[in-house]
């Protein structure tokens, strides 16, 4: 009988020690999983406050830095890092000033390495001629590379028929 009660005993330790690790394990995941989510949210709060303030070196390590770039805007498309940053992303920094830029209700989502979000934004600047405001919608897909999030593509879009001065939707 004692055989049997010692062996009972192990194999019930061995449950409750698997059952330990696997909680253990569960829990690393979870916790890895929101510090992604930190991570992508950090990410594009870092991107709006780099286009704020016109730092090119700051978007350059927020991006992915090649022809997997993609960018959709108001129904114009940019492929790669080079053409979005040359021919839209410079030019459009250089025509604004006091730009006021702000991204919210940030949704990311995991799987492996890569991420994508939702958000709204935001957006104010002095033109040549005027105060130009604005606001929509948009969603970005990111990759981890070398441990960090890199923007991969980002598509952002505003309604034509609600006021340039309004946001869609209150925040």
Do not use: C
């Amino acid at each position: 009988m004692n055989k049997h009660i010692s062996r009972s005993s192990k194999i019930i330790a061995l449950v409750f020690a698997f059952a330990a690790g696997l909680g253990f394990t569960l829990q690393s995941t979870v916790s890895a999983q929101a510090s992604d989510e930190a991570a992508v949210r950090d990410t594009l709060l870092q991107n709006a406050a780099a286009f704020e303030r016109g730092d090119m070196t700051a978007l350059n390590k927020l991006w992915a830095n090649d022809e997997s770039v993609s960018v959709f805007e108001s129904g114009h498309a940019n492929y790669g890092w080079a053409d979005y940053r040359d021919k839209h992303l410079k030019p459009e920094m250089a025509e604004m000033k006091n730009t006021k830029y702000s991204i919210t209700d940030i949704e990311a989502r995991i799987a492996g390495n890569t991420a994508w979000a939702t958000f709204k934004y935001t957006i104010s600047a002095n033109l040549k001629d005027r105060r130009a405001e604005g606001g929509g919608l948009g969603t970005a897909i990111l990759e981890k590379r070398d441990g960090r999030w890199v923007i991969v593509h980002w598509h952002s879009s505003s309604p034509r028929s609600a006021p340039a001065a309004k946001s869609p939707h209150k925040h």
